[in-house]
DNA sequence: TTTCAATCGTTCCAAATTTCACAATTGAAA
DNA sequence: TTTCAATTGTGAAATTTGGAACGATTGAAA
């Protein structure tokens, strides 16, 4: 099938967890406008959206919640399993290291690397905290795919540079600066600062 | 002037902060190139950006750093600064209030609401954690703009409810869910999962 | 002084994305 | 059985976004 572009990508995982949470509630059918209401997109989006994949849904009917979701998934997904990385567990980094969200769905949090002598050796939620010259080692034994950077923006560079070197293929930078990495790597930054003041520029008249 | 488009209302708030990096370094004039080359963006899509603002850049020259920073800051922002409060001082919300990156800049957490009676009270970083029933009197006093979720998903939406009937006109929800408010409300979902899954895709051959 | 290379700002065009309109399908109700 | 309303899937139109091209400007070098 032919590579989707990332708005999409983004929205359709939305409507997996959507679906997720449906079949939660016992919700077996669902249909466009129903996804339309809950994610706030529009039914016919929603709908072109889905019809990349198999033709799945029925007419006056809607869409098998578990059918539909399983068609994203595997589209998307494969069934393949992401694993990650973090480097810098900090304030930010431990609440990741945390998070209790990725543990049933297809995300994996398998280590993370600091530079404090401290913090290393501890376990967090499961999770080891490893030297950073460990990474090499660790990232090709586990199979990581993507790492996220959670350390100071001084430092941010360095640990970007390391981490492709690491032979990782993705890069989500937390910290309010960017960085420069080969082309075959893709990064996101999550600039906390700048999705508030987005907002704000938003909301003021 | 006319509205713009959130997009490049994002990469203008970009912009600034490439910039203050710049004035730290000392580097009192760049060139739309030279900002392409650090955010990754196109040396076009840059000046039109710029342009939507008025004339400030010199041919052959480039832009003054600090003229370029503060016409951008003063058609955005206008000198005001956002006023954010929290609710949930959990693992992700602590981290957020210990975020000193807030503090030198353009925005400032004002309070967090808590519902755990053990975090009623304390202080994080200067901030004080409230009972949830004292929002709508605080958000009034300290005149805040956007509230964050950082509370389980089971409680998202009535956070969010709550965050309304308070006078808050913007979210940042870090919760998988999605909220449903009215249409004067503004709100912007950060799910870390779909950003990691999102990355995961576009790194799949 | 003249030429030149760098850079801005803008116009025009192409590509991507969203919305609109509607035919096709389907189960239920008349 | 026929009609009907709800819903999917999709081609076409409209809108938004990004990119290419290029004239205008400017300081530096010849
Ligand atoms: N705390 C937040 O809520 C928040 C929000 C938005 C952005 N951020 C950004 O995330 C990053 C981390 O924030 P934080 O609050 O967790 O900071 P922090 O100081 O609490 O943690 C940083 C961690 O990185 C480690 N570290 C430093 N250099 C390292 C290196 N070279 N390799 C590996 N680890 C290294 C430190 O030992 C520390 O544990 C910063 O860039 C910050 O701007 C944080
Ligand atoms: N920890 C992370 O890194 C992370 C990452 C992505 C998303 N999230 C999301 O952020 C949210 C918070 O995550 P967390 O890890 O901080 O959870 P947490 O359990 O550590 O913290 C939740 C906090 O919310 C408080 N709370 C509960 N109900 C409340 C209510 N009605 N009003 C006000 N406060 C209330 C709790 O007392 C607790 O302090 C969750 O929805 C989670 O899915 C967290």
Redesign the pocket.
Known sequence: MKKL?R?IITRVLLYIRTLEGLLKEKRYLV???QLADITGL????I??D??NFK?????????KTVDLKRTLENYLLQNNKLHLVIFGAGNLGSAILKYPGFHRSKVKLVAAFDASKAKIGKMINGVRIYPVERAPEIIKRRHADIGIIAVPKERCQEVADYMVLSGLHGIVNFAPCSISVPAKVQVRNMDFTIEFLSLFCDIQK
């Open positions: 572009p708005k249909s466009s406008k529009s039914d016919v989006k709908r072109k889905i019809s033709k799945v849904g029925r007419p006056r009917i809607g869409y």
